[in-house]
Every structure is written in C-alpha cells, then in structure tokens.
C-alpha cells in the first residue's frame, strides 16, 4: 500500500463515521422527540434523545461556565490537528495506528459540527442493567472510543521494529 492509498483510505474511514454520525443523530432528532425514548433491549438498551453540552459521556455537562463550549470547540480542534498530523506521518505498517486515528478523526469532527452549529451534541444510545446506566452516548462518541482502544492495542501488542545497524 502506497502513502497515497493509505491517506485516502483513512480519510475515507474518517468521512464514513462522519456521514453515519450525521445521519444517526438526524434521524433520532427527527423521529425521537427530546427525552423520549424507544426501548430497543428491555433491561439493557434503549434509543433516548438527550443533547449534551459536555464532552463525551457527559463530561462537564453540568458545567454552567460561560467559557465550556468554546474551551472545548479549541480542544476538538486541537485534537483535529494532532490526529491530522499523525495520520500524515504515519509510516503506513502499523494499520491498526491509521484506523484507529482515522476514527478519532471521523468521531472528533461529527461531534465538533453539532458543537459548532447548535453549542451542543446530540446523544441517544443508553446502556443500562436495573438502575445503574452508562451516559448517554453517539456514534462519534463509539468511533473515539474504538479509535483510542485499536492505539492502546498496537502500542501494547506492536512488534518494535528494529533497525539494521548502518555497514
């Protein structure tokens, strides 16, 4: 696989998650009204419309700051960047490096576009056993997570690649 290929391969990866995270969370606005809920698993999951001023999981949801959202409009950004740079340093051995950094990058920008438009993200997948729940999360939200545990993955699982002492 040439530099070339991999790039639009992971930029490719990277557009999927967006336009998923896009259409799920437009369907659920749509269909799904705010705080409602569609029971999916009784006991375990269920679609429920919610919209997070946080981060990911809820994270600062709470906050009432007035800096919160534009704090982490920077942070996402931020982010964009280094995942950017990382994925076109790449050396393109290690695959499980660029998808799991191209759906950082994918999850970063689909929460960062209802950021940028609306101040706010739309969640709406709930795991939950009896009374104890996971908060309420999106589809950026699963590729971030993915994307974080395919690096763990290969730094902890990647053979090191040892270099040939100069003749």
Do not use: C
């Not at 919209?51 to 959202?69: M, R, V």
């Not at 920077?74 to 695959?95: E, Q, R």
């Not at 939200?141 to 100069?166: M, Y």
């Amino acid at each position: 696989m040439t530099k070339n290929s991999a790039r639009t391969m992971y930029l490719l990866i990277a557009l999927i998650v967006v336009i998923l995270d896009r259409w799920t969370k437009h369907i659920i606005a749509q269909r799904i009204s705010l705080y409602s809920h569609i029971q999916i698993i009784p006991g375990f999951f269920r679609l429920t419309h919610t919209e997070n001023t946080g981060a990911a999981f809820s994270l600062f949801a709470d906050s009432t700051a007035p800096w919160k959202t534009g704090f982490l409009i920077g942070f996402s950004l931020i982010a964009l960047a280094v995942v950017s740079v990382l994925l076109w340093k790449n050396n393109y051995s290690h695959i499980a490096t660029g998808i799991g950094l191209s759906l950082i990058m994918g999850g970063a920008v689909g929460n960062l576009w209802d950021r940028l438009a609306r101040g706010r993200v739309v969640d709406f997948l709930l795991f939950y056993i009896k009374r104890y729940q996971w908060p309420v999360f999106n589809l950026a939200d699963s590729a971030i997570v993915v994307g974080a545990g395919l690096l763990v993955l290969e730094i902890l699982f990647a053979k090191p690649h040892v270099q040939e002492p100069p003749a």
